[in-house]
């Protein structure tokens, strides 16, 4: 595998980053979402992690929009793609990319007004804040819904092509063998 994209599938930079941000994503949902259901006790362990995922998923995303803009090209459009699933993927791409910049931008916004990071990080004792009481809060939760509903539509639309139009669109991103 070449590391920048070819006309017809995606590098092996692009890939890695891809794979990397999607399991980076799955830990921060799975850990935000455990957040009401945990004790107190291990409630500053779970947001620990989720910080770091976020900011790991925040960071890929950066480096993936700097990576398209400076180093690499993507592939063409899938052949034989109606132009409206072209459209709803470029759109549907775009706002997974704006969606965790901002919900990126709003974690570290209420971590930063809470003082919660010395509490997370610093050493410091006490009781965490309730988030609730911060601003950012309210994006931060409705992002996370958001989120989760493109990437229902994402997966979906991948396993669509895989299983349903078998027309092999996942070799793109290195899953299976191309056609």
Known sequence: MRWKSGTDSYGAVAVSIHWLTALAVLGVLGTGLSLDRVSDESEIGVLRIHVIFGITVF???????????????????APNQPRWQTAVAWGVHRLLYLVI??????????????????????????????????????PHGLGAWLLMALLALHIGAALFH??????????????????
């Open 101 to 138: 910049l901002l919900m990126g931008a709003s974690g570290i916004a209420m971590i930063a007004l809470s003082g919660a990071g010395n509490i997370l990080f610093g050493g410091e004792a006490g009781p965490l804040p309730d988030f609730f009481d911060y601003a950012p809060r309210g």
């Open 59 to 77: 960071a890929l995303t950066v480096l993936r929009i700097l990576w398209w803009l400076f180093a690499d090209r993507r592939p063409l459009e």
């Open 162 to 179: 895989q299983f349903i139009l078998r027309d092999r669109l996942l070799a793109r991103i290195g899953i299976g063998r191309r056609a």
